[in-house]
Nanobody, 118 residues
């Protein structure tokens, strides 16, 4: 199993930037994919971005519109989400996740709050 710990959330004004971090520990050698979801109050959790360990292939939700960048530092076992041009509608709890290669359960972090003021 992989343990994930997010950090980097906070309060920022519209147009500002934040960088979220997701530090992985445990059985990290078996990780195939990592990514981010978010959940705003009263809404379902939604996909934000993901990165495949092998080849660094990335994918983003449509609402990102080039504002976010996902990347990882494999030596530090940490994944990042660089968020720019933030909007009030980006306000949510952001959760990182990891998927193992082959059969296995998805791991989730505890979440980090991002609040964008208008």
């Amino acid at each position: 199993q992989v343990q994930l710990a997010e950090s980097g959330g906070g309060l920022v004004q519209t147009g500002g930037s934040l960088r979220l971090s997701c530090a992985a520990s445990g059985r990290t050698s078996n990780v195939f994919m990592m990514g981010w979801f978010r959940q705003a109050p009263g809404k379902e959790r939604e996909f934000v971005a993901r990165i495949r360990r092998s080849g660094g292939i990335t994918a983003y939700a449509d609402f990102v519109q080039g504002r976010f960048t996902i990347y990882e530092d494999t030596a530090q076992k940490t994944m990042y989400l660089e968020m720019n041009s933030l909007k009030p509608e980006d306000t949510a709890v952001y959760y990182c996740y990891s998927d193992p290669a082959g059969v296995g359960a998805r791991s989730w972090g505890q979440g980090t709050q991002v609040t964008v003021s208008s």
